[in-house]
């Protein structure tokens, strides 16, 4: 085992200790477990705001940590130790991964999977790489290894201006494909428009399909993005084009919604689930390949991440709080502790 000297035994952390909004969170020291073998410890530079952190605090999500736990699962970093089993990582080396227990990264420290994490180029700074990593490595595996995109296809992009949304559309348009930006204001779809989509629609409940067929020239979607669930989902569920591929990755407007799977059999077209933290566990190769594709992207400009905002680390019921606010339009980060 490498470790720095002295190691991290203790963390100053942000953490819930009932289940309960943001404002229940509080800052102090917790103890750290024992390295796994296969893990690697980092010293947190960023750390991700994603939906998921706000479930968890409320005991809504599928993980149940024991309290006091610091939710946060997305972490940019620099190695202070290395777990016997981790790979060739070495210390001082800069990475950015989902935390090993899948939540903790609201920390000084953290432990991350050694074979899951993915080195950040010298050129791309922490804030960036943790902006990128769970949004872009999403939205990357739903367009190309769920979705098959192709160029000129029409993708349409629900939620287009959350994180996975917003990455979405950056990506799907960097790959040649058109795509239709699909948000709750107009306001906030200018950064979809920015990001390359061609068209963008204030969603109007029950107007969705008819602007899709219309925006389409009758065409549907190839492809349809959907981080929402909800009543879109359903609309976009008669919006498909043949053999198109609607992508399900989330639910953020709380409905989980059913689909007629008549609709399947007559449009020919597939309904795809996306899971990309499974995905990165089953080949873990493809995983890493899919983020040297990012970084090129990103070296060659042909993608650009939206940071909406930065808090330091302690602030992060204020960061959860405007998270859930829906006021906000791409990637949230936490930075270190500012004392």
Not at 23 to 46: E, F, G, W, Y
Not at 265 to 272: E, M, T
Not at 297 to 316: D, F, N, V
Request: with cysteine.
């Amino acid at each position: 085992m490498t470790i720095e000297s002295p190691a991290a035994d203790t963390t100053k952390a942000v953490l819930c200790f009932e289940y309960g909004p943001p404002d229940t969170l509080r800052v102090s020291s917790v103890a750290l477990p024992p390295l796994d073998p296969a893990n690697v410890r980092v010293r947190v530079k960023a750390a991700g705001i994603n939906f998921p952190d706000s479930l968890i605090m409320l005991g809504k999500y599928q993980l149940r940590p024991e309290f006091p736990f610091a939710p946060g699962f997305e972490v940019a970093g620099e190695i202070i130790e290395v777990g016997d089993a981790a790979g060739g990582w070495s210390v001082g080396t800069r990475v950015v991964g989902l935390t090993a227990s899948g939540y903790g990264g609201f920390a000084e420290h953290v432990d991350i999977r050694g074979e899951l994490a993915v080195g950040v180029p010298a050129d791309v700074d922490d804030v960036t790489a943790a902006g990128i990593y769970a949004a872009y490595g999403t939205a990357y595996h739903a367009l190309v290894q769920r979705g098959g995109v192709k160029p000129d296809q029409q993708v349409v992009v629900l939620g287009a201006t959350g994180g996975v949304g917003l990455a979405a559309v950056d990506i799907a348009s960097a790959l040649g494909a058109e795509v239709i930006a699909i948000g709750s204001s107009a306001t906030k779809l200018e950064l979809a428009l920015a990001a390359g989509a061609k068209s963008a629609i204030v969603y109007v409940e029950g107007e969705l399909g008819k602007q899709i067929k219309a925006e389409t020239a009758g065409h549907g979607a190839d492809i349809c993005i959907d981080v929402t669930g909800g009543k879109a989902f359903a609309e976009m569920s008669r919006a498909m084009a043949w053999e198109g591929r609607l992508l399900v990755i989330g639910f953020t407007s709380g409905e989980i919604p059913v689909l007629p799977v008549n609709l399947l059999l007559l449009k020919g077209y597939s309904a795809v689930g996306v899971y990309w933290g499974r995905f990165s566990e089953i080949d873990p190769d493809g995983h890493v390949a899919n983020f040297e594709a990012l970084w090129r992207l990103l070296a060659e400009g042909r993608i650009t991440p939206h940071i909406h905002k930065t808090y330091p680390m302690e602030s992060a019921a204020a960061a959860l709080n405007d998270l859930l606010s829906r006021k906000t339009a791409g990637k949230l980060v936490l930075t270190p502790f500012s004392q």
